[in-house]
């Protein structure tokens, strides 16, 4: 069974993205992600009357089914780095790669929390927490772990520029704009770890020029991914009654 949302109120107003500019010291940022930040932080922020149906997880249609996708997308990634951050690899990493790990850990989390606020805001509901299921991932493996954290990222990046078509309110698609720069710096540096010099290639680059992609990635620009095509890998990494279902954005 589907937990069917509606499209709801448009969201507005000048200061849509400020919590995306607040600045946000290190020890004041604990205090901001909460419980997130803990132990237990696997079943994610957020919570609905829909939490212990079973099924799927519609993310609704309109804009505001944009912005559930987004934010499921952000629970996932959130959710990734709060792990990494408790595993054996991160514990025994440089400083270097312990830094940009935090730093990836702290954007997913305000991006994740953002959404939930603008939507919640907005007189509209958030999907609920999502449950993770991270068991094909080695946590103690430096290789698997930033192998999870590339096709994150690359996934991440495709998703935002294949949703904008969806999006028809010109301020979300500005914010969405800005939200996936910082994903494609991510899966740069990620890229830079796993392989030095290796921050972009051929997988997720039209360096071909061959229209390929439906149209969405001509020459020289990100692969852009369907929201239809995105889910399809999202859910290999989410427990059962929280894949999700993303066939009302068209």
Request: glycine residues 10%.
């Amino acid at each position: 069974m589907s937990n069917i949302i509606s499209s709801g109120p448009a969201l507005q107003g000048p200061d849509l993205d400020k919590p995306l500019y607040t600045p946000i010291k290190r020890r004041s940022f604990f205090m901001y992600a909460g419980a997130t930040a803990g132990a237990t932080a696997l079943v994610l922020a957020g919570c609905s009357k829909s939490d212990s149906s079973p099924g799927t997880v519609s993310v609704g249609s309109g804009d505001v089914g944009v912005l559930n996708y987004a934010y499921a997308l952000e629970q996932l990634e959130a959710a990734f780095y709060t792990q990494v951050r408790t595993g054996s690899y991160y514990t025994n990493a440089n400083a270097a790669e312990k830094q940009i790990l935090d730093d990836l850990y702290y954007h997913e989390v305000i991006h994740r929390d953002f959404f939930k606020a603008a939507i919640t805001g907005a007189g509209a509901t958030p999907i609920k927490a999502l449950t993770p299921d991270f068991s094909k991932i080695d946590f103690t493996s430096k290789s698997s772990v930033l192998g999870a954290a590339q096709a994150f990222e690359d996934l991440g990046v495709a998703a935002y520029n294949g949703a904008g078509k969806f999006i028809t309110t010109p301020a979300y698609l500005v914010i969405a704009g800005k939200i996936v720069s910082v994903e494609a710096r991510h899966a740069a540096l990620i890229r830079d770890l796993v392989q030095e010099g290796n921050f972009v290639g051929g997988d997720v680059i039209n360096l071909s020029g061959n229209n390929n992609n439906n149209g969405l990635s001509p020459l020289s620009t990100e692969y852009s991914k369907l929201p239809s095509v995105v889910v399809a890998t999202a859910n290999t990494y989410l427990a059962d009654g929280s894949k999700l279902d993303v066939s009302g954005l068209g």
